[in-house]
C-alpha cells in the first residue's frame, strides 16, 4: 500500500458506510459509490466472475461485490485478493440475485493493504476457539463475535451516559493515581518512580532483609508517598456528591487480586452513581431503573447483534433480557440468603454460615435456581464489607446492596454510606485510615447528608448482555494474572 493510493481513494469520494447500504437499501442506478473495508471470503465462479465478501465493521453482514473477468485488474489484482486484505471498490449497488437485497457490481477494484503471508494469516475463514482469539487479540476484531462485542460494547456505554444525563447525574472524572484502598481489600497495583534496583530506605544501616519491604522511604518517590491505581473512583465522587446532588464516574479501575477466573480482570471498566439525600431503598431503586433501561437500549440499537449472540452463543439470552427489563427485581436480605442456602439440598464447595460473605456458586444459586432472576442482596454482615458502609441498627449489619444475576453472580455492589461523624471515625480508626481518609471525614464534618451509591462492573454487564462466558473476551484487550500482551 502507498500513501498514494490511500489518497486517491478518498479524493472527492466519501466511502459509504456498509451498514447503511444493507438498512436503508438505495434505489439502484447507475451511480457509483465507493466502499472499502476487508475482504472476508473470495469465490471464483466458473461463470467468469468473483464473489467478494467485504467487511466494514458497521454490521455484522457483508456486502457482496461481484467483480467481472472483464475488469482490466481482473487477473493483476481481483485473482489475488485473500481473506484479510484491505481493498477499496468503486461499483453500483444492484438487486441481488441471491439470498441478499442486494449487491454491489464492481467498476474497480482497489488492493489497499495486502496480507503478508495467506498462509500464516491467523484469522481464516473457520470458527476459532476463544482461547485462540485470545491469543491473537489485536486481530480478533475482524471476527464476526468481537465485532459484534465491540459495538454492543460502545450502545452500552453510550446508554449509560444517557440515563445519567437524562437524569440529571453529572459525570466527574475521578483520579486513576491515588494514595488510599477505596475498598480496603487491599488489592493494589502501586504506582511509584524509584529505582526498583535501588530503593532508597528510610534506615538503611538498621533494616534486616525481611523489613526492606517496610522501610522504603516513600518521601523520594514521585508523590512524596505510597501511590497506587485506584480499585474504585466512589470516596472522590462522594465529594462531588455532596455539592452536586447527583454525580457518577465512569472509567477503568484496577484490581491485582490474583484471581484467575473468568468473571475477573486485573482493568475493569466500572460506572459509579452517587446519589444524595438518599437511602438504601433510593439505590436499590436506582440500579434496578438504570439496569433496565441500559439492557432496553441495547436491545433497540443492537438488534442484529444481540440476535446473533442468542444463536450462536446462548440461546437463552434474548428470553433472559427480556425478562430482565420486564420483570420486577426480587430483594431479599444476606440473612434470608443464608437460610435459603442452608435450606437448599444443594452441594456447595464453600461453607454457608451467616457472617462468611457470599461466594460465586453461592449467588448464581440464588439468581438462577431459587429467584430464577435478578435479584438484590441487602444488608450484609458489617464485617464482611468495606468501612464506609451505614451501619444498620441493629450493630451488626450495613446498608450494602449486591445486585446478583443469572450466569453471572454479583453485577453490581453498592450501598448507604455512612454519613454520621462519630460511626464514621469508629471505622477509619478500626482501619487505620484516619490520617489518610482525613478529606473524606471532612465531608461529614461539613454539610454531611444521607447519601449512597453503586458500582456496575461493566464487563460483567457485557457478559450479561452477550452470553459470552469469559470476561476476557468482552474487553478490547484483556489484563488478567500473567497476562498484558498487547
Ligand atoms: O463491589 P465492588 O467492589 O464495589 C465497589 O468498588 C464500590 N466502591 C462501588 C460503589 O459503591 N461505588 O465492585 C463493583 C462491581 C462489582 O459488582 C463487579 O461487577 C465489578 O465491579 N468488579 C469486577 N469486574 C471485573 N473484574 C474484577 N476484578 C472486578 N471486581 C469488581
Ligand atoms: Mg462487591
Redesign the pocket.
Known amino acids: 500500500m502507498t500513501d498514494d493510493a490511500t489518497h486517491t481513494t478518498a479524493v472527492g469520494s466519501i466511502p459509504r458506510r456498509i451498514k447503511d447500504l444493507l438498512s436503508k437499501p438505495i434505489e439502484p442506478d447507475n451511480n457509483s459509490i465507493i466502499v472499502q473495508g476487508w475482504l472476508r471470503t473470495r469465490r471464483d465462479s466458473k461463470g467468469g466472475f468473483s464473489f467478494l465478501q467485504i467487511n466494514d465493521g458497521s454490521c455484522l453482514e457483508n456486502l457482496q461485490v461481484i467483480a467481472d473477468n472483464s475488469l482490466e485488474e481482473y487477473e493483476a489484482t481481483v485473482l489475488k485478493l485473500s481473506a484479510g486484505c484491505s481493498v477499496s471498490i468503486t461499483g453500483i449497488i444492484k438487486k441481488s440475485e441471491g439470498k441478499q437485497a442486494i449487491e454491489m457490481q464492481a467498476n474497480s477494484v482497489q488492493l489497499v493493504g495486502e496480507i503478508d503471508d495467506p498462509s500464516a494469516y491467523p484469522i481464516s475463514k473457520k470458527r476459532h476457539s476463544f482461547e485462540f482469539l485470545r491469543e491473537v487479540a489485536h486481530l480478533r476484531p475482524r471476527t464476526n463475535t468481537f465485532g459484534a462485542v465491540t459495538r454492543v460494547r460502545h450502545h452500552c456505554a453510550q446508554a449509560i451516559h444517557r440515563y445519567l444525563d437524562e437524569n440529571h447525574y453529572y459525570w466527574v472524572n475521578t483520579p486513576i493515581i491515588t494514595a488510599s484502598d477505596?475498598?480496603g481489600a487491599g488489592e493494589l497495583f502501586k504506582v511509584s518512580t524509584l529505582d526498583f534496583c535501588n530503593l532508597p530506605l528510610t534506615n538503611p544501616d538498621k533494616q534486616s532483609e525481611a523489613d526492606t519491604q517496610k522501610a522504603v522511604d516513600f518521601s523520594q518517590d514521585f508523590f512524596s508517598k505510597q501511590t497506587y491505581l485506584t480499585?474504585?473512583g466512589?470516596l472522590n465522587v462522594e465529594a462531588f456528591c455532596l455539592a452536586l446532588s447527583r454525580v457518577y464516574t465512569f472509567g477503568p479501575t484496577f484490581?491485582a487480586?490474583n484471581?484467575n477466573t473468568s468473571?475477573?480482570?486485573a482493568e475493569?471498566w466500572?460506572v459509579?452513581p452517587?446519589l444524595a439525600f438518599a437511602t438504601l431503598d433510593d439505590i436499590c431503586k436506582l440500579s434496578e431503573s438504570f439496569l433496565k433501561s441500559v439492557v432496553h437500549s441495547v436491545l433497540d440499537h443492537c438488534e442484529d447483534d444481540i440476535a446473533f449472540f442468542n444463536q450462536r452463543i446462548d440461546k437463552h439470552l434474548l428470553a433472559r433480557l427480556t425478562n430482565l427489563v420486564d420483570q420486577p427485581f426480587e430483594q431479599i436480605t444476606y440473612s434470608e440468603a443464608i437460610e435459603l442456602l442452608k435450606d437448599s439440598s444443594e452441594k456447595f464447595e464453600y461453607p454457608v454460615k451467616w457472617g462468611l460473605d457470599l461466594q460465586s456458586e453461592h449467588e448464581r444459586y440464588i439468581s438462577e435456581k431459587h429467584v430464577k432472576g435478578p435479584v438484590i442482596v441487602r444488608d450484609y454482615p458489617s464485617d464482611i464489607k468495606a468501612f464506609y458502609m451505614r451501619q444498620n441498627d441493629d450493630g451488626r449489619t450495613c446498608a450494602a446492596m449486591?445486585l446478583l444475576a443469572p450466569g453471572i453472580g454479583?453485577?453490581?455492589?453498592?450501598?448507604q454510606r455512612e454519613e454520621r461523624l462519630t460511626q464514621l471515625d469508629e471505622k477509619l480508626t478500626a482501619h487505620g485510615l484516619s490520617e489518610d481518609l482525613y478529606w473524606y471525614r471532612d465531608l461529614r464534618r461539613y454539610g454531611t447528608v444521607p447519601h449512597g451509591?453503586?458500582?456496575?462492573?461493566f464487563?460483567?454487564l457485557l457478559n450479561y448482555l452477550t452470553g459470552l462466558d469469559n470476561?476476557r473476551d468482552v474487553i478490547p484487550f484483556p489484563r488478567a494474572p500473567g497476562n498484558a500482551g498487547f
Open positions: 477505596c475498598e480499585v474504585s466512589q484490581r487480586e484471581s468473571r475477573h480482570l475493569f466500572m459509579e452517587e449486591d454479583e453485577i453490581i455492589g453498592g450501598s451509591g453503586f458500582g456496575l462492573g464487563e460483567r470476561i
